[in-house]
């Protein structure tokens, strides 16, 4: 047996730990990092245990604690158990690849092809659970792979245990289970012995996951039937959000997963006519693309033409691989196949399967195609988005919440869409998250916005309207608020002192493929006492459902 090449594995973490801790971006565009910082800040026992990542917040709040005693931010706290959660998942992923190939440039050179990858990268330095989830998964195959090897009732215990603990850190890993049972399939033993241990990984998911769901789902989400546990447990699927199958989820699925690789921010920038055009950052964002495409195109082309080696090399490894990619990557597809978020549980197999194709390759070819790989994603995904997040201004929601700050000089109350509240101090409003809270009834949003609008006028203080207070994006999922939220926004241009103007990427009417253009919108402000604030709050309480369907307010 070969012995583990130590030094190749401690120089890879140190130098992925290092270029994360680098590369903490100080724009935060993914929203639901503020959801996540905000729950992990109040402390609740409601929002530390979330019904999609059950763990998660809470895991981040007993991390932070010593982080904040001894001088370090919330946001530098977080980030830095990211990355620590990223260095588990590379470990895992160099002990896979090590055990399959036995070559420890394999190994080397698939972590990096894994490290540098947009989907892992991005969830290693900023606010997310996803590579949690993953690093998990990771272990859980290791451990299938030396149950399938040396099968036993405690080894496919072990798997469903560490799937069982991904299931808590993200609901999706479940999915695992297919390929456990698959492993199952794979050990010469009787029929009996296959049934049993294949009941194994269920057990120990269960056992892991199951329970804590249960105790959460109960004692904090008051559920008291198995029907109530299962909404609580799928509460942000309920929404309408996500789901479905059609025609455009092939190109869908093929831009989820090629922006996993290398996401591109520079090259969509450079596509909007209003942004200037094409910079050097967006060329040479767009020449890695290119060149990381060709470089996966070539260990395709491994795979399909040299199969018999390949087999001789990955064998068992591979296939498991493969049903692991194609049971999670088909809920990717089915949920929401152009987001990066959902391809980073199903992206490992990705990567095995492209790394163990390359190491096929001899010498040079295969140094070729490898770095191709690698230094195409390092330089695209570094040229294209994180130099720029960086800095803050690479977030525009988070410029125009900037603004609508200085409008309300820290004091008002700001009515804004969700996207940009998340990027204010806690107390702004944004009507897309009243209709959540009233269960998308109209006439109760409004009755609360307008009972907090009387509410700040009454204390002194100022109401700060953005121009659209909902992104029509938004109204995909709510198509019933389409008539109050043209009331509310004529109303506002009707009677409200224009104060400034902000340029922001925002969807006229959803459509996918298509770029976000920039566009320019205008913050109001709302003077407590004055006669058009009095006239524009006596207009928002008339409004009934009939109104909405008017041209808005005479």
């Known amino acids: 047996m070969k ?8 120089i890879t973490l140190a130098a992925f730990g290092l270029l994360y801790c680098l590369t903490f971006p100080a724009a935060h565009v993914i929203s639901d990092s503020y959801e996540w910082i905000s729950a992990i800040s109040d402390g609740q026992t409601s929002t530390l245990f979330h019904p999609h990542h059950l763990i998660y917040n809470a895991v981040a709040w007993a991390w932070t604690r010593p982080l904040l005693y001894m001088g370090f931010s919330l946001w530098i ?3 830095l158990l990211s990355a620590f959660g990223g260095m588990i998942a590379l470990a895992g992923m160099f002990m896979v690849l090590w055990k399959i190939s036995g070559e420890s440039r394999t190994a080397v050179v698939g972590t990096a092809m894994f490290g540098t990858a947009f989907s892992v990268w991005i969830f290693c330095v900023d606010v997310e659970v996803y590579i949690f989830a993953s690093a998990a998964l990771i272990w859980s195959f290791y451990s299938l792979l030396r149950a399938v ?5 405690r080894n496919f215990f072990i798997v469903g245990m560490t799937c069982g603990l991904a299931g808590l850190f993200h609901q999706s890993s479940c999915f695992f289970l297919f390929p456990s049972i698959a492993g199952v399939c794979l050990v010469p033993v009787r029929i009996p012995r296959k049934f049993f241990y294949a009941m194994l990984p269920v057990l120990g998911f269960g056992l892991v996951a ?3 769901y249960i105790m959460a789902g109960t004692l904090i989400g008051g559920a008291r039937t198995v029907g109530e546990l299962f909404v609580w447990m799928t509460k942000h699927a309920q929404y309408g959000y996500y789901g479905g199958i059609n025609g455009d989820t092939p190109y869908r699925m093929v ?5 996993s690789l290398i996401y591109g921010t520079s090259v969509i920038d450079a596509m ?7 910079d050097g950052r967006a060329i040479i964002t767009a020449l890695s693309m290119a060149i990381v495409g060709v470089g996966y195109l070539a260990c395709l082309g491994v795979a399909v033409f040299n199969s018999p080696m390949l087999k001789s090399r990955g064998g068992s490894a591979l296939f498991l691989a493969a049903v692991w990619f194609l049971c999670n990557g088909a809920f990717s597809a089915y949920y929401e196949p152009q987001n990066i978020e959902w391809w980073c549980i199903p992206f490992p197999p990705f990567i095995l399967m492209t790394a163990i194709s390359c190491s096929v390759l001899e010498g040079r070819r295969f140094w070729m195609v490898a770095m191709a790989v690698v230094l195409g994603q390092f330089v695209g995904n570094m040229s294209g988005d994180m130099v720029a997040r960086k800095s803050p201004s690479f977030d525009r929601f988070y410029n125009a919440a900037a603004e609508v700050e200085r409008v309300s000089e820290g004091k008002g109350l700001d009515i804004v869409p969700a996207l940009i509240k998340g990027r204010l101090p806690e107390g702004a409003l944004s009507f897309h998250i009243l209709l959540r809270q009233s269960k998308d009834d109209i006439g109760r949003a409004m009755d609360s916005m307008c009972r907090q609008i009387e509410n700040a006028f009454a204390e002194g203080r100022p109401v700060v309207v953005f121009e659209d207070i909902m992104a029509r994006e938004k109204l995909r999922y709510q198509p019933q608020a389409a008539g109050v939220i043209r009331y509310i926004e004529e109303a ?4 409200g002192a224009e104060e400034k103007s902000v340029v922001i990427p925002w969807e006229d009417g959803f459509e996918f493929g298509k770029i976000s ?6 913050i109001y402000l709302f003077k407590p006492g004055s006669k058009e604030a009095a006239e524009w709050l006596d207009v928002l309480r008339a409004y009934s459902d009939d109104s909405g369907k008017e041209a808005g307010p005479k």
């Open 492 to 495: 506002t241009a009707k009677y």
């Open 3 to 10: 012995k583990f090449p130590t030094i190749p594995f401690s």
């Open 149 to 153: 090897e040396k099968p036993c009732a």
């Open 77 to 79: 706290s977080v980030q």
């Open 517 to 522: 253009p920039l566009r320019e919108k205008k």
């Open 272 to 278: 909007r006519v209003e942004s200037g055009g094409w």
């Open 210 to 212: 199951g329970i804590p």
């Open 255 to 259: 831009v989820g997963l090629g922006r």
